[in-house]
């Protein structure tokens, strides 16, 4: 029987499975091409544009994605290269309501796996290239709170300890100072 899916299957902040490293794939077989389908739909019904097995509470190195109607799967992404500099305000469906201005590589280069088990390398630039080194932190139990800067740190912090206390859901958007 089909399992019923909704975005609140989308692990969320303080979920300790966010933290924990993500362990490689060596056999793509019926349930990965399953957990794939499921990433999907999960991701699109968020909606977002990116998601890690983390983030559903599976610890492998798979992550899917679509930018501009293009669904991609990459199982053991490694940045290879990466150069320049681009700063965008950045969300992450496991933090929500919380958009961060971050300064990252703007371009990369990412090897990794089709769900086909070839090794496939893609350049990125840009909002792709954001969204593949945002995936692949997610792979190493890395969160964006690891990478705001110390004032952004404080005001995420403190934004949260807000919610918990049950006040605004707004969102907010920090700057980089
Ligand atoms: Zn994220």
């Not at 994605?65 to 799967?73: A, I, S, T």
Request: with cysteine; charged share 30%.
């Amino acid at each position: 029987m089909a399992r019923r899916i909704s975005a609140t299957d989308i692990r969320v902040y303080g979920d300790p499975v966010l933290r924990t490293e993500a362990s490689r794939i060596t056999d793509i077989d019926d349930s990965l091409i399953g957990l794939a389908e499921r990433m999907f739909e999960v991701m699109y019904r968020a909606p977002g544009i990116g998601l890690a097995g983390p983030q559903i509470g599976v610890e492998r190195q798979i992550f899917v994605y679509d930018l501009d109607d293009d669904p991609q799967v990459i199982l053991n992404p490694v940045i290879v290269e990466s150069s320049g500099e681009w700063v965008y305000d950045e969300g992450c469906l496991s933090i929500p309501g919380l958009f961060v201005e971050m300064l990252r590589p703007k371009q990369i280069l990412v090897r990794g796996w089709t769900l086909a088990g070839e090794e496939v390398e893609v350049e990125a630039d840009e909002l792709l290239a954001r969204l593949f080194q945002h995936e692949v932190d997610h792979l190493n139990g890395v969160l964006m709170f690891d990478r705001m800067t110390p004032d952004q740190r404080e005001s995420a912090l403190a934004e949260y300890q807000r919610r918990a206390e049950g006040a605004s859901v707004e969102p907010i958007h920090l700057k980089l100072a």
